[in-house]
């Protein structure tokens, strides 16, 4: 089983820039997609982004396409995702997800972290 800890989270202006990481420990890092969602008070947990093991697949939500990207260093075994032009509207908590399939819903990752609250005040 691996462990996932998200951290980059904060406060941000509209049309700011934010890089979440995502760490995984446990098992070896690099067979496994890693995918990012989040989830905004009274809301369904949403896709954002998902990198597949290689790190040369991506697959990006439609409310972040062209703003946001992944990437991924298997050495570190860390995952990144890049926020830029930020909106109040992707104020969420962001979760990182495990998964053994390239996949953009939730019920495919296996494993989460606690997640990282990214707040875009205007």
């Known amino acids: 089983q691996v462990q996932l800890v998200e951290s980059g989270g904060g406060l941000v202006q509209v049309g700011g820039s934010l890089r979440l990481s995502c760490e995984v420990s446990?098992?070896?890092?690099?067979?496994?997609?890693i995918g990012w969602f989040r989830q905004a008070p009274g809301k369904e947990r949403e896709f954002v982004a998902v990198?597949?093991?290689?790190?040369?697949?991506?697959w990006f939500g439609d409310s972040v396409e062209g703003r946001v990207a992944i990437s991924r260093d298997n050495a570190k075994n860390m995952v990144y995702l890049q926020m830029n032009s930020l909106k109040p509207e992707d104020t969420a908590v962001y979760y990182c997800g495990a998964s053994r399939t390239f996949a953009n819903v939730a019920e495919s990752y296996d494993v989460w972290g606690q997640g990282t609250q990214v707040t875009v005040s205007s």
């Open positions: 990198i597949h093991s290689d790190g040369e697949s991506t």
């Open positions: 446990g098992r070896t890092f690099s067979p496994y997609i």
